[in-house]
């Protein structure tokens, strides 16, 4: 059996990155910090009661040590990674105004555990395995008011690219998937806040619309499968034409 690891999976797009997966046969495995809302999306879709589910704050590398340890006495080996966690945004603001706390914290949770991520997973992996890196459109272009989260998602493509090249020679492809505005529980939540939100920023979309969490699933299933065996260190952009505009 295929064994896929999928990180942030209780909710969003790694929710339905695990749903997939699961579907296609995969043995999952998924974390998130939030058992409760495992729990809740367990209760909503019960085919996940074959998923492996592992509580775990990534940022906490001794956590993050624990659920490579867990897979490693488990199961021994990866097929498919999909490094998918991040948290909300904790240091929005202009760059001047935010506090250095906030700014280290977007860094290390948007980029360096990911960087952590990638590296143990590919010590579980041989030629055949493929990784997606969750990255963003505000890592292809500037981000004003989000400029470490930017930051961290610019250099989240730079790994990306440069780890590809050095792994290809093991037969294990690297890829990226940079969505757009996807409407997932966190729009929901604004959405609380301003009941107009949607319309105002689809707008803004020259596709005139948020994208639906499976389109951009169904990039991240395309560069893990088969069918992308010739793609490597690519960036898929799924954004109705967000980073052209």
């Not at 929710?15 to 999952?28: E, F, N, P, T, W």
């Not at 058992?35 to 999306?41: S, V």
């Not at 704050?57 to 490094?83: C, M, P, S, W």
């Not at 459109?137 to 004003?144: A, D, E, M, Y």
Request: include cysteine; proline fraction near 3%.
């Amino acid at each position: 059996m295929k064994i896929a690891l999928v990180t942030g999976g209780s909710k969003g797009i790694g929710l339905h990155a695990v749903l997939r997966l699961v579907k296609h046969g995969y043995q999952v495995i998924t974390c998130s910090r939030s058992k409760d809302t495992w729990l809740n999306a367990l209760e909503k879709y019960p085919e996940l009661k074959v998923v492996d589910y592992q509580s775990v704050d990534i940022a906490d590398e001794q956590q993050l040590e624990g659920l490579f340890t867990h897979i490693i006495e488990r199961y021994g080996k990866l097929d498919v990674a999909v490094n998918n966690a991040s948290p909300a945004l904790a240091s929005r603001g202009y760059l001047a105004q935010v506090d250095v706390p906030l700014l280290k914290e977007t860094l290390h949770v948007d980029f360096l555990c990911q960087a952590l991520c990638l590296r143990s997973e590919l010590k579980l992996m041989e030629s055949g395995a493929s990784i997606v890196n969750v990255s963003s459109v505000n890592g292809l272009r500037p981000t004003p008011n989000a400029s470490m989260y930017s930051a961290a998602k610019h250099a989240l493509e730079g790994l990306t690219r440069s780890v590809a090249l050095e792994s290809i020679k093991s037969g294990i492809r690297i890829n990226a998937v940079a969505p757009g505005v996807t409407w997932t529980p966190r729009w929901e939540e604004k959405q609380l806040e301003n009941s107009n939100i949607r319309t105002e920023v689809s707008d803004v979309v020259p596709i005139n619309r948020f994208g639906e969490i499976d389109e951009i699933v169904n990039a991240i299933e395309f560069l893990l499968s088969d069918k992308a065996s010739y793609i490597v260190g690519h960036t898929l952009v799924v954004d109705g034409g967000l980073s052209l505009a």
